[in-house]
């Protein structure tokens, strides 16, 4: 359990176009990326979802995002960069299939861990000799760290545990009178983190599923590792955040592998109970069921329209204070694989079965 210490403050808002310029600063961003150079704590939009970001050479204003969010200190922090440019200052030894890559996914959902350099302060990397580092696909993310002209160290911008946030409203109800301020650049196009890539090794290997699929990783590379802990949960993951339960809604919820009768089944009993309950459906299935709360996550023809609105999704169950919720499942291939992983988290790995 973590408490979370630190006193209130006022936290300020800016709220930013994001149709790309890219010949010209956002006057919006000044005082942001002033604040974050002064050693503050600051939310900003990127295309998977809201980063709480802070000068990665800077271990005080590091330790502002551990604070502000009651994260983990052995879970270390992805650093943000605008261009290539930045790389050299940040980490060493990169092999060349984590070039081609890069030449690939960047800017975008793709994070790349490596040997770091002394640069990167030692609360980014809690204790490892390695960074994540990542180029970020989004106008006012890139705007934001060129204007600030530090590497960006930056989490998901919520309350450790909470689902993540994919818009500046999320943050605010996480993390409002926590931090210096908040960038509001609209809705997040991904929805779901970076994929986080060990690059250590011979062979690049996935510990995090995310934007960028395993597949499109084999399109470039050839052969790609998974983390074995990302399928049998019973080894320990080798990227610290990935054993936390995460990405959790307050409300029980369970994944289900069943049919739509099936899964009706389990509702019915559980409204019995007395509890509210909630289904988590798709557009293709949302009106076939009877259920207190129904919420469609999307279309099943269109998983990224999944990804995307994911987190709210599990918001929402929130604030509609559901207490329990049964969860359809997706299958794992592309961005498949980074849904049922965060789903699973979020249902604390309970999944029923329905058995032949
Ligand atoms: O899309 C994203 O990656 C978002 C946005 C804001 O960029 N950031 C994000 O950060 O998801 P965070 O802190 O919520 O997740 C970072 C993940 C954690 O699972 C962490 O353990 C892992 O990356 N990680 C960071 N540095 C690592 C390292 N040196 N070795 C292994 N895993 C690392
Ligand atoms: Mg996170």
Redesign the pocket.
């Known amino acids: 359990m973590n408490v979370r210490k630190g006193t209130s403050m006022k936290t300020k808002k800016w709220t930013v176009d994001n149709s790309w310029d890219n010949s010209k600063l956002y006057p919006q961003l000044e005082e942001a990326a002033y604040l974050i150079q002064q050693g503050e704590a600051i939310a900003f939009p ?8 802070a000068d990665a050479t800077n271990n005080t204003a590091v330790e502002k995002i551990f604070l502000a969010k009651g ?1 983990p200190s052995d ?4 650093v ?1 960069i605008a261009n290539v440019s930045m790389l050299d200052d940040i980490v060493t030894d990169i092999p060349m299939y984590a070039k081609e890559l890069m030449n690939q996914f960047w800017p975008g ?1 793709i ?1 790349f ?1 490596l040997p ?1 350099t002394d640069k990167v302060c030692e609360r ?3 204790g ?1 000799q ?3 580092v ?1 180029i ?1 696909n989004h106008p006012v ?1 890139l705007a934001l760290i060129e204007q600030a002209n530090v590497p960006v160290a ?5 309350t450790s545990g909470r689902p ?1 946030p994919t818009e500046a409203t999320h943050v605010f109800e996480d993390l409002s009178g926590r931090i210096a301020g908040i960038v509001d650049g609209g809705g997040c196009n ?1 929805g ?3 994929t ?1 890539v ?1 690059c250590t090794g011979k062979v690049p290997m996935i ?2 599923p ?2 960028i699929s395993k597949e499109e990783l084999e399109e470039v590379v050839g052969k790609v590792e998974i983390d074995s802990a990302l399928i049998h949960e019973s080894e320990a993951p ?5 054993k ?1 339960k995460h990405y959790a809604p307050k409300g029980n919820m369970v994944l289900v592998d069943g049919s739509i009768s099936y899964i009706q089944k389990l509702i019915d009993e559980a409204k019995k109970e007395g509890k509210k309950v909630g289904v988590l459906a798709t557009d293709e299935s949302k009106d076939l069921y009877d259920c207190d709360v129904i919420i469609s996550a999307g279309s099943r023809m269109k998983l990224e329209t999944i990804s995307q609105g994911i987190y709210k999704v599990l918001r929402d169950f929130d604030e509609q204070e559901v207490e329990m919720i049964f969860s359809e499942t997706f299958p794992q291939a592309g961005i498949g694989l980074a849904i049922m992983n965060r789903l699973r988290k979020a249902a604390n790995h309970q999944i029923l079965f329905e058995s032949e």
């Open positions: 990127t295309e998977t979802v809201y980063g709480l970001g994260r879970n270390p922090l992805i943000h959902p994070t861990v770091r980014v990397s809690a490892l390695t960074v994540g990542r970020p993310a930056a989490p998901s911008a919520n993540s991904v779901v983190e970076s986080v060990d510990l995090r995310g934007g080798k990227s610290p955040g990935m936390y």
